[in-house]
């Protein structure tokens, strides 16, 4: 097994020290820190992701996982530059003000980041104008909004009307999922996209984006 | 309702979460479903009958009280109305007959400002969740504490600590290894120390995981013995009802087994 595949069977396997030594072990090597992600990291998370979607695996796998994943992401990522940090897009995520749900929202993150994006995540119970703020800040190419509860549903409206005012609607795509939300609903915000699950939304943040499923 | 009388089953089937279908038939104001759930839950044994009409895009103080008044036509049992929309609930309560548990009341300024005041005018019940602005804290006394501060602006408002429904919050073990231990301890502490009612939304226990139904029954179980009263799940579940009287005659909450006995006989094994 080569240090990419051991790294791969490390997120595989759940073993956050594991896929760290082998990042390691890979950049003593002289290996591309992009490649470590790319192929090793990434790679190692697609493979999770596939068997979570297929319900083979579990949230708590999908988040020992995605631990894993950061072990080995917190020894490459100081060796990569700006541009490769952000190779595939910018995603701001939070969960809307009045909402404290924040289980959904983190696993779609974690997929995200597992997928190679950069993800902001700002949480849960978050005004309209934190969401302005973070788009503008990290010049995000992506806007995900959870609710969970009926009555924040509102809240989401008054984010993507925020994003409006601001002049963003442009710049950003914008993604929304959440148990009462629904494809229609997601329409009728005007929303760019809507998401089941957090297998589905990184499908759709990559299909916004025009990049590979 | 109280810690040493039988655990209630609040049915929690009337809420179209995750339920595309119904969330449709909702929309058109077909509320045939809301009434084959009413009766299932009750045949089922259910106590008290959650009722929630909570979907994208409704007129949800009129569906609201529909729904509470089809639910009121069709069962005897009492009925929980679950709404964080305050016109929602004052419409329900308005057509509402007898003593109603209103769902939900948090620690947070505009939902005690708002809720109570109409738990009060309506002289019914509510339920409790200790979070306030910040979130829902992972520290028992966290929860204890502003489970205080609710009670405290109820009684303010003439509302009697017995008819506050504290919810010990639960979240998901997948998540948080810890979370249910945390739950525990709130139900322990909320017996103990403030003496009230409690519930909890069983099913969060097990989001995320395979077989939830075992996980549910048996977090049901331990969550009675620390102190849970009125659990908020599905009554329909294999198994749920039972589990709940048998608990209720292990922990000496039903005299000479009269309840489980005539639990055994009203639903025999198949």
Same mark, same amino acid.
């Given at each position: 097994?080569?240090?990419?595949?051991?790294?791969?069977?490390?997120?595989?396997?759940?073993?956050?020290?594991?896929?760290?030594?082998?990042?390691?072990?890979?950049?003593?090597?002289?290996?591309?820190?992009?490649?470590?992600?790319?192929?090793?990291?990434?790679?190692?998370?697609?493979?999770?992701?596939?068997?979570? =979607? =297929?319900?083979?695996?579990?949230?708590?796998?999908? /988040?020992?996982?995605?631990?894993?994943?950061?072990?080995?992401?917190?020894? !490459?990522?100081?060796?990569?530059?700006?541009?490769?940090?952000?190779?595939?897009?910018?995603?701001?995520?939070?969960?809307?003000?009045?909402? /404290?749900?924040?289980?959904?929202?983190?696993?779609?993150? /974690?997929?995200?980041?597992?997928?190679?994006?950069?993800?902001?995540?700002?949480?849960?119970?978050?005004?309209?104008? =934190?969401?302005?703020?973070?788009?503008?800040?990290?010049?995000?190419?992506?806007?995900?909004?959870?609710?969970?509860?009926?009555?924040?549903?509102?809240? /989401?409206?008054?984010?993507?009307?925020?994003?409006?005012?601001?002049?963003?609607?442009?710049? !950003?795509?914008?993604?929304?999922?959440?148990?009462?939300?629904?494809?229609?609903?997601?329409?009728?915000?005007?929303? &760019?996209?809507?998401?089941?699950?957090?297998?589905?939304?990184? &499908?759709?943040?990559?299909?916004?984006?025009?990049?590979?499923? | 309702? %109280?810690?040493?009388?039988?655990?209630?089953?609040?049915?929690?089937?009337?809420?179209?979460?995750?339920?595309?279908?119904?969330?449709?038939?909702?929309?058109?104001?077909?509320?045939?479903?809301?009434?084959?759930?009413?009766?299932?839950? +009750?045949?089922?044994?259910?106590?008290?009958?959650?009722?929630?009409?909570?979907?994208?895009?409704?007129?949800?103080?009129?569906?609201?009280?529909?729904?509470?008044?089809?639910?009121?036509?069709?069962?005897?049992?009492?009925?929980?109305?679950?709404?964080?929309?305050?016109?929602?609930?004052?419409?329900?309560?308005?057509?509402?007959?007898?003593?109603?548990?209103?769902?939900?009341?948090?620690?947070?300024?505009?939902?005690?400002?708002?809720?109570?005041?109409?738990?009060?005018?309506?002289?019914?019940?509510?339920?409790?969740?200790?979070?306030?602005?910040?979130?829902?804290? *992972?520290? *028992? %006394?966290?929860?204890?504490?502003?489970?205080?501060?609710?009670?405290?602006?109820?009684?303010?408002? %003439?509302?009697?600590?017995?008819?506050?429904?504290?919810?010990?919050?639960?979240?998901?073990?997948?998540?948080?290894?810890?979370? +249910?231990?945390?739950?525990?301890?709130?139900?322990?502490?909320?017996?103990?120390?403030?003496?009230?009612?409690?519930?909890?939304?069983?099913?969060?226990?097990?989001?995320?995981? *395979?077989?939830?139904?075992?996980?549910?029954?048996?977090?049901?179980?331990?969550?009675?013995?620390? %102190?849970?009263?009125? *659990?908020?799940?599905?009554?329909?579940?294999?198994?749920?009802?039972?589990?709940?009287?048998?608990?209720?005659?292990?922990?000496?909450?039903?005299?000479?087994?009269?309840?489980?006995?005539?639990?055994?006989?009203?639903?025999?094994?198949?």
């Amino acid at each position: 097994m080569n240090v990419l595949e051991q790294i791969q069977q490390g997120v595989i396997s759940y073993k956050p020290p594991a896929v760290k030594a082998a990042c390691e072990l890979a950049l003593s090597e002289g290996l591309e820190p992009q490649r470590i992600v790319q192929e090793g990291l990434i790679a190692g998370m697609a493979v999770v992701g596939g068997k979570f =979607r =297929r319900n083979e695996v579990f949230v708590p796998e999908v /988040m020992i996982a995605a631990r894993a994943m950061q072990a080995g992401l917190s020894v !490459v990522k100081p060796l990569l530059s700006h541009s490769e940090v952000k190779a595939l897009g910018t995603v701001v995520i939070g969960t809307v003000k009045g909402d /404290m749900h924040d289980i959904g929202k983190n696993l779609v993150a /974690m997929m995200l980041e597992g997928a190679g994006f950069h993800v902001v995540d700002l949480g849960i119970n978050t005004a309209p104008l =934190r969401f302005v703020q973070a788009v503008q800040e990290n010049a995000a190419q992506v806007v995900g909004i959870s609710s969970l509860i009926t009555n924040t549903l509102p809240s /989401m409206k008054e984010t993507i009307q925020a994003l409006q005012q601001a002049g963003l609607r442009r710049q !950003v795509k914008i993604i929304v999922g959440g148990a009462p939300v629904s494809q229609a609903f997601a329409d009728k915000l005007g929303a &760019d996209a809507y998401a089941a699950d957090a297998a589905a939304a990184v &499908d759709k943040v990559k299909e916004m984006l025009g990049l590979a499923v | 309702m %109280g810690r040493d009388l039988p655990t209630v089953i609040i049915a929690e089937r009337i809420n179209p979460t995750g339920r595309q279908r119904f969330a449709a038939d909702l929309l058109r104001g077909d509320l045939t479903y809301v009434k084959e759930e009413a009766l299932r839950q +009750a045949a089922a044994g259910a106590e008290i009958l959650d009722v929630n009409v909570g979907v994208a895009g409704i007129d949800e103080p009129q569906a609201l009280r529909e729904a509470v008044r089809l639910v009121m036509d069709t069962v005897e049992q009492p009925l929980c109305l679950d709404s964080s929309n305050p016109e929602a609930l004052a419409a329900a309560l308005d057509v509402y007959r007898g003593k109603a548990l209103v769902n939900s009341v948090t620690a947070e300024e505009a939902s005690l400002a708002e809720i109570l005041p109409l738990v009060a005018q309506h002289r019914a019940a509510v339920v409790a969740l200790p979070h306030d602005e910040r979130g829902i804290s *992972p520290d *028992p %006394g966290e929860r204890i504490r502003l489970a205080g501060r609710i009670l405290e602006r109820a009684a303010a408002l %003439g509302i009697s600590a017995s008819d506050v429904i504290v919810d010990a919050i639960v979240m998901a073990v997948s998540a948080d290894g810890g979370a +249910a231990l945390v739950t525990l301890e709130t139900l322990r502490r909320l017996r103990d120390e403030l003496g009230v009612n409690t519930t909890v939304g069983a099913s969060n226990i097990s989001f995320g995981l *395979p077989d939830r139904l075992t996980l549910n029954l048996t977090f049901l179980a331990m969550a009675i013995q620390n %102190g849970l009263t009125a *659990p908020i799940t599905d009554p329909l579940l294999p198994g749920l009802r039972r589990l709940c009287r048998s608990a209720d005659l292990i922990l000496a909450k039903d005299e000479w087994a009269m309840r489980y006995l005539d639990d055994y006989r009203r639903y025999p094994p198949s």
